[in-house]
């Protein structure tokens, strides 16, 4: 399977531990996305990474949060001191952006989503 | 696997009808749509995109029609089939932004 991963798919944990997600993006995409999603609301914006670089962060991203991406390779998210609030999806996705010019705008991307990983805190 | 969107509006078509699913956006700004398509359990799958310079865009079975005058995105799927059932996601970025703002979603049921 050569699409975006992510270990594990559950994760129960108690209120107050750390947990550490996984991502593996697509291997030639410079773009790697974290996003949360709350049941029947969309995707939420957390953070993104252009190669190993963290660009953009979102004020959903407290302190608690922290992101990585070693080498411009697989992500990691984790969460300290988890809350209740914090159970949700956590979704990675990848691209890969490229200027096209035939279409008058400017960059162009399509990013490509893991499967997610769902955590439930207790 | 989980529900994605428990309590999202729904569009419940026959199958074989034709389905247009509405989005309205919230930046003027923005210059790039896509839409998503989110089965339970799974991350969404991106489906068709458009550029503001744009106003309609067709795939395959599907077609994506933008009007910034009132800032509405539809989707259209053709001859819809059992396997359309998800939840569909409108999408907007902003001008050389990254930070992709989701729409809140609609589930799309179809009938036998």
């Known amino acids: 399977d050569t699409g975006v991963s992510q270990n594990p798919r559950h994760k129960i944990t108690k209120r107050g531990q750390n947990v550490t997600f996984r991502c593996d993006p697509i291997?030639?995409?410079?773009?790697l996305y974290w996003y949360r999603q709350t049941l029947g609301q969309g995707p939420e914006f957390l953070t993104y990474f252009q190669n190993e670089a963290q660009l953009e962060k979102s004020r959903l991203l407290s302190d608690r949060f922290s992101a990585e991406r070693p080498k411009g390779s697989f992500s990691t998210l984790e969460i300290q001191r988890t809350e209740q609030g914090d159970s949700a999806m956590y979704l990675c996705?990848?691209?890969?952006?490229?200027?096209?010019?035939?279409?008058?705008?400017?960059?162009?991307?399509?990013?490509?989503f893991g499967p997610g990983t769902r955590l439930l805190v207790l | 696997g989980e529900s994605v969107g428990l309590h999202l509006p729904t569009l419940s078509v026959q199958e074989g009808d034709n389905s247009i699913i509405n989005c309205a956006y919230s930046n003027s700004a923005s210059d790039y749509f896509i839409w998503y398509k989110q089965e339970s359990g799974k991350g969404p799958q991106f489906i068709i995109d458009i550029r503001s310079n744009m106003d309609k865009r067709q795939g395959q079975r599907v077609t994506v029609l933008l009007n910034k005058t009132v800032k509405h995105l539809s989707l259209q799927i053709a001859a819809t089939q059992p396997g359309d059932s998800a939840v569909y996601f409108c999408a907007e970025a902003f001008p050389y932004g990254q930070n992709f703002v989701f729409g809140p979603g609609t589930r799309l049921s179809v009938l036998p």
């Open positions: 291997s030639e995409h410079n773009r």
């Open positions: 996705a990848s691209s890969f952006s490229v200027y096209v010019a035939g279409e008058g705008l400017g960059y162009q991307e399509t990013q490509y």
